[in-house]
Structure formats: structure tokens, C-alpha cells
């Protein structure tokens, strides 16, 4: 096979994995109702979640102070957000009152975005790849493949 038809097949190849890659990520439950329910959210609530996901986790009682909103709203947005699924509370006891503590809800990774085939991406854990090895090439034509 020349070079100029192995550069063409590559090419097809490429254009294929790029499909395949956005239908995958079209397809990802997880990203899409995600995204939505954050667009959903109002001004306060994105605050909120915001102020969750650096902390990784915050006391309600805590919560609220730092986002400078009365107890009650705090509460509110709290709930909006547990009820989204986009954070978990839980009860606890902290400086000796009831309270709850709040953190990012777990995401689910789906994996699959990055197989081709049975074929994990040879990207992984790799510093640096090479386009011109034969596991990059093979996993593409895998991903190629896996259309038809």
C-alpha cells in the first residue's frame, strides 16, 4: 500500500473516531442532565454549588454564612440542590447542633468514551504519544471499525 493511501485511510479513520467520539459524548447520560440542571439553577444556587464542589464538602450551618444569605435560604438552596441530584446531605452534629453537611454528589465516569473495541486508549498514561505507533494506529482503526 503507498503512502499516499495510508495518509488517505488515516485521514477516514480520523473523521470516523471524531463521530464516533461526538455520538459517544452526545450519548453520555451523565454529561448531558448535568449540564442541564446547572443551566437550571439560579444565580444563588450556582453560588451554592460552586462554594460545595471547592470545599469538596461544608456544614449547612457554615454554608450559608459563607454564601451571606439568611438560614432559611441557605436551607432552600441546599435542598434544590440535593433534590437535582447535585449534592448529598447528610445528618451530623457540628459545634453541638443538629446540622448537615453538604458535598458534591459522585459523578459517574463512563469509560467506554475512551475504548475502541476492547481497546483502552493508548493514550492513557502516556506523557507523550506517538501518532505513528502501531497501538495509536490500531486503536483508531478499531474506533473506525466499531461504526460499521
Not at 473523521?15 to 449540564?35: D, I, N, P
Not at 436551607?75 to 453537611?101: C, F, M, P
Not at 506523557?127 to 460499521?148: G, I, K, T
Request: net charge negative; charged share 25%; aromatic share 10%.
Amino acid at each position: 500500500m503507498g503512502w499516499s493511501r495510508w495518509i488517505e485511510l488515516i485521514g477516514v479513520a480520523a473523521a470516523t473516531a471524531r463521530k464516533a467520539s461526538f455520538k459517544r459524548l452526545a450519548g453520555a447520560h451523565y454529561c448531558m442532565s448535568v449540564s442541564e440542571l446547572e443551566a437550571d439553577l439560579s444565580e444563588d444556587e450556582h453560588a451554592g454549588l460552586e462554594l460545595i464542589r471547592e470545599t469538596g464538602g461544608i456544614h449547612q450551618s457554615d454554608f450559608w454564612k459563607e454564601l451571606d444569605v439568611s438560614s432559611r435560604k441557605g436551607s432552600r438552596i441546599a435542598e434544590a440542590l440535593e433534590d437535582s441530584g447535585l449534592i448529598q446531605r447528610s445528618d451530623t452534629v457540628y459545634d453541638g447542633h443538629n446540622t448537615y453537611y453538604l458535598e458534591p454528589a459522585p459523578r459517574d465516569l463512563n469509560f467506554s468514551l475512551l475504548m475502541a473495541g476492547d481497546m483502552l486508549s493508548p493514550f492513557i498514561g502516556e506523557e507523550e504519544v506517538d501518532a505513528q505507533a502501531d497501538a495509536f494506529s490500531q486503536w483508531m482503526m478499531n474506533l473506525a471499525y466499531e461504526e460499521y
